[in-house]
């Protein structure tokens, strides 16, 4: 079908184009309690094209068409005609097309990639299970997906690249019964058979689940020194990669340049060390992805993006990236980060960074209130509101590690001076 489609590409002669295949194969199994309910095996093949026209201006539109197995030779060419057509209405500042590479990169050499795909979540699903063991709260159902993808990017430009990824996911929901009927949904994703990672983060949500069946909305709103862990730390620094990237600072949303300190940290706190993870070799327009340096002790080095955005700024293009790496050592164990008096905030009803303004927060579901004497209080209710603006001075971050398919680094970071509001009284 590529073949075909680039002959009727050349036919069509837009000004650029650019052609993505992904060949996904899966293996996924569905769990009720501890019983398997269904298992399920997709192998699906999809192509994306991106036409580029240009006008008398030197403006620049593009748009992006779906192919799907099975389309005719006139299908296809009317699909790539509309689709020009298209582009015609969504014209941009001009701009040059991604530098031209050649490379086929061999499969890792990773469990996850030499295994069966049924026999990689197997794997997974006997370590999620194996977490199941908490004599109060259970796990309700649970999914897990392992997937490979096979990528291949062509370019009129005369990129022609090609790798394989794979990577394991699901969700499942702990629930506790008493002294009242709770669930906690939890989604994971991982490069690697992370299965003592996983083993333990069921253990883990099923011990918070038992917790929140009984917590006690007695949270007092005030300031409090707000304790993250988790992928929830990876939500506040992925305000640093937000602000930092080129589609927001070209059209202006953030005034951020290579060279500023876009973090200044008290003495006594932590200056952020972050990176930026390569998750793939290409990313979907075919740039070359590399790790880089986004902050170096709170000073931005690199500007990462799309290719268009990127060359409006006069940067290099690097690729979107999706994993962030926080290369902080730790001032502190776990444990000393907790000491009270603090709020170790573990779930919410919905955690977000908003990085327009700075703004995080959400609704408490389960809090440990822990007090300067060491007591701990399972609390619920009430919410987090707070800029990062007013608080980036005053973080500090874990010695202990935290993995996932979207960021490494400090498992922990306390936030000093977070505005909390106590549960709402109910009517």
């Not at 990127?310 to 926080?326: A, F, H, I, N, Q």
């Not at 007090?371 to 209080?377: I, L, N, P, Q, Y």
């Not at 509101?385 to 680094?409: D, P």
């Amino acid at each position: 079908m590529i073949e075909l489609t680039v002959k009727l590409l050349k036919e069509l002669a837009p000004a650029a184009w650019r052609i993505e295949k992904n060949e996904d194969e899966s293996a996924e199994l569905f769990f009720v309690r501890e019983q398997l309910d269904t298992r399920r095996f997709k192998d699906v093949s999809r192509l994306r094209v991106t036409v580029f026209r240009d006008d008398a201006d030197g403006n620049r539109g593009f748009t992006g068409v779906d192919l799907t197995p099975g389309l005719t030779e006139e299908e296809i060419r009317r699909k790539l005609e509309e689709g020009y057509y298209a582009a015609s209405f969504a014209m941009n500042p001009g701009f040059e097309q991604p530098d031209p590479v050649q490379a086929e990169i061999p499969p890792a050499d990773t469990p996850l990639m030499r295994l069966p795909l049924y026999e990689s979540a197997g794997r997974m699903a006997a370590a999620l299970l194996a977490g199941n063991d908490h004599p109060q709260a259970f796990l309700n159902s649970a999914e897990i997906f392992a997937e490979r993808t096979h990528t291949r990017i062509l370019s009129s430009e005369g990129t022609d690249v090609s790798w394989t990824q794979a990577k394991v996911k699901g969700e499942f929901v702990a629930q506790c019964r008493e002294p009242e009927d709770v669930e906690i949904y939890k989604d994971f994703e991982y490069d690697e058979l992370e299965e003592d990672a996983l083993t333990a983060l069921v253990r883990e949500t099923l011990a918070f689940a038992a917790d929140r069946a009984r917590a006690q909305k007695i949270l007092a709103s005030g300031e409090y020194d707000l304790v993250l862990t988790g992928e929830n730390v990876r939500e506040i620094l992925d305000y640093y990669l937000t602000r930092a990237s080129a589609y927001m600072i070209y059209p202006g949303y953030s005034s951020w340049q290579r060279g500023a300190l876009v973090q200044p940290a008290e003495k006594g706190y932590e200056s952020l060390d972050l990176g930026l993870k390569a998750s793939a070799p290409f990313s979907n327009e075919g740039i070359p992805m590399k790790d880089r340096v986004l902050l170096d002790m709170g000073v931005l080095k690199t500007i990462p993006g799309i290719n268009r955005f990127c060359r409006y700024l006069d940067t290099e293009p690097t690729g979107e990236y999706r994993k962030l790496s926080c290369d902080n050592e730790g001032s502190c164990s776990l444990a000393e980060l907790k000491k009270g008096p603090c709020l170790w905030a573990v779930t919410f009803s919905d955690f977000q960074m908003d990085p327009m303004s700075g703004y995080f927060g959400g609704e408490i579901r389960l809090a440990y209130l822990i007090g300067e004497d060491g007591s701990v209080t399972p609390v619920t209710g009430g919410s987090v509101s707070a800029s990062i603006l007013e608080a980036q001075g005053r973080l500090l971050l874990s010695k202990e590690r935290f993995t996932s398919a979207r960021y490494e680094g400090p498992a922990g970071i306390r936030i000093c001076g977070v505005s909390v509001a106590g549960p709402k009284e109910e009517m």
